[in-house]
């Protein structure tokens, strides 16, 4: 029982891990990855049962993790955890696919908020 | 377009307040007075507005953001943690202020600068707000105050 965080900065993994900790979830094991490529693979091996993700990265952004998540047939709850939470943005991502787009600065209520109905706490 | 100082203020300590969870307050550049070494992280919007959104601070300043945000000793804080730290506050900042600005804009991967020096007298929209003594200052700047700036300052020498 898993969720994948994928962010390009280490500092705000961990800000995401301590939210999820404190929103409920700090039974699900957190893993982790730098960028949406990271995140591709570690989807296809270790299926997880959410993806938070950051959109603007290096190599693979999350819009292009979610597109190839899509393109693979992979059905998985996806959200964008990200520092931009424009209107476009947020019809792209629903476009898409993702279940949510979690605008930063975020606290813990607002991630908990999001998984409602997703993900049940544990 | 210039966005006024005082939104500016206000996003910066919302911003800072929930991600960083540190009191920062309203400072007025006091602190920067003996201090010659900054450290910086930016993010480069481009599109409708173009330019910078800049977070400058003093080591101590940023060895501190990063002790609270990522729990660990001051002592312990090491220069990654600091340049991840600096990219990370001025990609939200970035992120936040695109949302004010009218028409399509683009974000750039943010970028950290561990060796700069700040001018007083640069242009752009400065936030300055302190913590326990240290600054911290939150500079937007467009690329029409930048070339303006460059403009009068060469007609000026």
Not at chain 1, 27 to 38: F, L, Q, S, V
Not at chain 1, 67 to 91: C, H, W, Y
């Amino acid at each position: 029982m898993s969720i994948l965080v994928v962010d390009d900065s280490k500092t705000m993994r961990l800000i995401v891990r301590k939210a999820l900790r404190q929103a409920g979830y700090g039974a699900y094991e957190i893993e982790e990855a730098t960028n949406g490529k990271e995140a591709l693979e570690r989807v296809r091996t270790q299926k997880p049962e959410i993806v938070l993700s950051d959109w603007n990265m290096p190599e693979m952004s999350g819009y292009e993790l979610l597109q190839a998540l899509n393109s693979e047939g992979v059905k998985i709850p996806f959200g964008f955890v990200t520092s931009e939470g424009t209107d476009e943005m947020r019809q792209r991502a629903a476009s898409a696919g993702a279940r949510f787009l979690l605008a930063k600065p975020f606290t813990s209520e607002a991630i908990s908020a999001a998984l409602n109905g997703i993900l049940a706490p544990g | 377009m210039t966005i006024e100082a005082d939104r500016i203020r206000r996003l910066a300590e919302d911003v800072l307040s929930v991600t960083v969870g540190l009191p920062l307050r309203a400072s007025a550049g006091d602190a920067w007075k003996g201090k010659d070494t900054f450290l910086t992280g930016m993010v480069d919007i481009t599109g409708n507005w173009s330019g910078v959104v800049a977070v400058h601070c003093t080591v101590e300043m940023a060895r501190a953001l990063v002790s609270c945000l990522c729990q660990i000793e001051v002592h312990a804080v090491t220069n990654d943690d600091i340049g991840d730290t600096l990219c990370e506050l001025a990609n939200i900042l970035g992120g936040n202020v695109k949302a004010l600005l009218p028409g399509p804009c683009s974000l750039s991967l943010p970028s950290t600068d561990l060796n700069g020096k700040i001018a007083d007298e640069g242009p752009g929209t400065k936030v300055w707000l302190e913590y326990a003594g240290e600054p911290l200052l939150v500079n937007i700047v467009s690329n029409a105050e930048k070339a303006s700036f460059r403009e009068k300052g060469s007609v000026s020498s």
